[in-house]
């Protein structure tokens, strides 16, 4: 049996650690292994680095070092625990991965998408995820239910309204590996919704590791020859504007 990663993204109080639990718990009725985690943040060394980016106290800390600092975090994240993981057959649940950087830091930050995303992805050794479900939602609406803003939470309205229109453009850009749900729709009626399109990923079991890793890998790597009908997609820097 083969491990699927499923990430969920959106801005900040939209509701994806409820979904995360929820599928997780689903996951885990029907006899998949299941780990849950999130970025930045998971894990002895994550922690301190999420400290970092996220405490108000950090003061004055230039657009690029946040960039690599997340990037430093999704790079021990999947060397410690995503990889890992899916090697053995679990289903990887997780809260947040590359796209809410190239959304935060690309473009709520207004650094070089392309350049943004060649980090990271070398960083995470191109892998990919299975399945990203969008939760959408006005920023105001999602801050709203927040009580205490961290670093991140209390950058300005305009750069929430970067940050939201950075992960639709990701999803119109890779429209096939996307689930994009209204946020506040019922719990249950999202959850219902996450868990048919979950169901149809693992029914097909068709998850090699080329879909993961990226054109640029698949292509240098000599050993590997494609298998019949198999794509290779997600070029890297292909989500600059």
Not at 58 to 80: G, M, S
Not at 184 to 208: D, F, N, W, Y
Not at 213 to 227: N, V
Request: proline residues 5%.
């Amino acid at each position: 049996m083969q491990g699927a990663f499923v990430v969920f993204e959106g801005g900040d109080g939209v509701g994806k650690s409820t979904q995360a639990a929820l599928l997780a718990e689903w996951l885990t009725d029907r006899g998949r292994e299941v780990i849950r985690t999130f970025e930045p943040g998971d894990g002895p060394v994550n922690a301190q680095i999420r400290e970092i980016l996220l405490s108000r106290s950090t003061e004055n800390l230039a657009p690029r070092a946040e960039a690599l600092l997340f990037a430093a975090d999704k790079a021990q994240h999947v060397h410690a625990i995503v990889r890992p993981a899916l090697e053995r057959g679990a289903v990887v649940v997780c809260d947040r991965y590359v796209d809410s950087t190239l959304a935060y830091q690309g473009a709520g930050r207004v650094l070089d998408m392309a350049e943004v995303e060649r980090i990271n992805w070398w960083g995470t050794d191109d892998l990919r995820p299975d399945l990203t479900v969008l939760l959408d939602l006005a920023p105001e609406a999602g801050l709203a239910g927040i009580a205490s803003h961290d670093r991140m939470e209390s950058a300005g309205e305009d750069f929430h309204a970067r940050v939201r229109a950075g992960f639709l453009a990701l999803a119109e850009r890779d429209p096939a590996r996307y689930l994009v749900l209204p946020a506040r729709e019922p719990v249950t009626a999202l959850s219902e919704r996450i868990r048919a399109r979950v169901a149809e990923l693992l029914e097909g079991e068709h998850h090699h590791e080329v879909g993961r890793r990226g054109l640029l890998s698949a292509l240098f790597d000599a050993d590997r020859d494609p298998e019949p009908g198999e794509e290779v997609s997600d070029a890297p820097a292909r989500l600059s504007p």
